[in-house]
């Protein structure tokens, strides 16, 4: 590892005064403009690689920008300029699907596909009924799903597209019916659950609804304000699912204080059959709430709200602010990855990134001795196995999704090395736990699906 002076300096000093001090890779984030403003859309397919898109207003050019080394650099891979009477297209969505496969969806039902890495790029308009932008989703390499945002006139359905081969073809499928006057029922965002499972979100002239599917679109479920909110919603709401039964659904409120319209953060754990409202209306931004949202598992996620980003660590029901700021009240974006998001894109032209640096640390006397826990045979009981250095007794408890406790504290004799602690569940109704273990000033927490 290579060290400046400065840094060697300070090595030396700590040595001689005999305090011990590591050089640790620490990360923080960084700023670049990538374009002047525009950016809509963001896509990652891992920590280097991710694509921004969206509609440059100022010379109204669609354009599609691409980074193979984790945000610090960009280059243009699409363009598509809108001269008169010509107009760019809005882009509304990206997914970067595998290694060569790059899907965008844009208005005019517009997609824009490369099967190379971005180096190429090919326009293809799916289908004429489509006015607006639609928001794409895929559950995996193949399969996805596009909503609609504008419904066709004299449809008696809402209208989503699926596709089976990554984007190269897609398929229209009877939607939800609309419950509402026709000009008022949108299917405004979605997400695609599994192969043929999607859920979608709907605003009509009674309120909204979540719809759901699990045949491919022959069949939806309609649940009308399931959160049971006096005033409903309003404005677009959002989902992520980590797998085929735990989502999490987003809606950022209002944007004038005052209106009734709060900020909800809901969860599922049966696939959107039924949600459970960890958050309402208490996000430390609440005046601009959730562009985005995206968990790397049951109990860490980010979120961005009005040019920052907000960090969960309970499962949605609480959240901090990161102290980045791109450009107050921005429309920003974090890629829905299900792991730690590198590369942040703001609305308003400006890309963040997490950049390592070096630095200087006091080592800690107080050392962390306890790994992992991982939750095991999931039955009558339920078996925890984690390894330690430290001899201490373990505590371990249980609570539910809403964070009360099921199964009050249970202590055991701790040793070095592995261990495992069983904990007796029967009686628990089927749903998503929480195991936490704790041993000394170690503590760790591991969520699980209860099937009954």
């Given at each position: 590892m290579k060290h400046n002076y400065f840094e060697r300096f300070l090595l030396l000093f700590c040595v001689v005064c005999c305090s011990p001090a590591v050089v640790a890779q620490q990360k923080e984030w960084k700023i670049q403009r990538v374009v002047e403003r525009g950016i809509s859309c963001i896509a990652c397919l891992d920590e280097q690689r991710c694509v921004i898109g969206g509609q440059e207003i100022q010379f109204d050019d669609t354009f599609i920008f691409q980074t193979m080394d984790g945000g610090k650099t960009w280059k243009k891979v699409y363009a598509d300029t809108g001269m008169y009477p010509k107009r760019?297209?809005?882009?509304?969505?990206?997914?970067?699907?595998?290694?060569?496969?790059?899907?965008a969806s844009a208005d005019s039902s517009y997609i824009i596909r490369s099967v190379d890495g971005g180096k190429t790029w090919?326009?293809?308009?799916?289908?004429?009924?489509?006015?607006?932008?639609?928001?794409?989703?895929?559950?995996?390499?193949?399969?996805?799903?596009?909503?609609e945002t504008k419904g066709v006139p004299n449809e008696?359905?809402?209208?989503?597209?699926?596709?089976?081969?990554?984007?190269?073809?897609?398929?229209?499928?009877?939607?939800?019916?609309?419950?509402?006057?026709?000009?008022?029922?949108?299917?405004?965002?979605?997400a695609c659950i599994a192969p043929g499972k999607y859920i979608g979100f709907e605003v009509n002239s009674s309120g909204f609804a979540i719809n759901r599917t699990t045949d491919y679109g022959k069949t939806?479920?309609?649940?009308?304000?399931?959160?049971?909110?006096?005033?409903?919603?309003?404005?677009?709401g959002g989902f992520f699912f980590l797998d085929s039964l735990n989502g999490w659904f987003t809606a950022p409120g209002d944007f004038q204080p005052g209106y009734g319209y709060p900020v909800i953060v809901a969860r599922t754990s049966n696939g959107g059959e039924s949600w459970t409202v960890m958050l309402q209306d208490t996000l430390p931004m609440k005046l601009f709430g959730f562009q985005t949202i995206t968990f790397t598992n049951l109990l860490r996620g980010i979120g961005t709200s009005g040019g920052r980003i907000c960090r969960t660590t309970d499962g949605g029901a609480s959240w901090s602010v990161d102290s980045i700021l791109l450009e107050k009240g921005s429309n920003t974006r974090v890629a829905m990855m299900k792991q730690e998001p590198h590369v942040v894109a703001?609305?308003?032209?400006?890309?963040?990134?997490?950049?390592?640096?070096?630095?200087?640390?006091?080592?800690?006397?107080?050392?962390?001795?306890?790994?992992?826990?991982?939750?095991?045979?999931?039955?009558?009981?339920?078996?925890?196995e984690f390894t330690s250095e430290n001899p201490e007794a373990v505590h371990a408890w249980c609570d539910d999704l809403q964070g009360r406790r099921v199964i009050t504290e249970r202590t055991v004799e701790g040793r070095v090395?592995?261990?495992?602690?069983?904990?007796?569940i029967r009686g628990l109704p089927s749903g998503t736990y929480f195991i936490t273990v704790q041993q000394g000033a170690g503590r760790r927490t591991a969520g699980f699906q209860l099937p009954r």
């Open positions: 760019a297209l809005q882009l509304s969505s990206l997914a970067w699907i595998s290694p060569d496969v790059i899907v090919a326009k293809t308009r799916v289908y004429d009924g489509f006015a607006y932008a639609k928001p794409m989703y895929f559950c995996d390499s193949l399969h996805g799903v596009l909503f008696e359905f809402n209208r989503p597209m699926v596709t089976s081969d990554g984007g190269a073809t897609w398929q229209l499928i009877p939607g939800p019916k609309n419950t509402g006057e026709l000009e008022q029922t949108m299917m405004l965002s979605g939806w479920d309609q649940k009308t304000n399931p959160f049971s909110l006096p005033n409903g919603l309003r404005w677009h703001g609305g308003g032209g400006l890309v963040a990134y997490l950049d390592e640096v070096s630095s200087v640390e006091q080592a800690s006397p107080a050392r962390e001795t306890m790994g992992e826990i991982v939750v095991k045979n999931v039955g009558d009981y339920v078996e925890v090395g592995k261990q495992s602690i069983q904990i007796d």
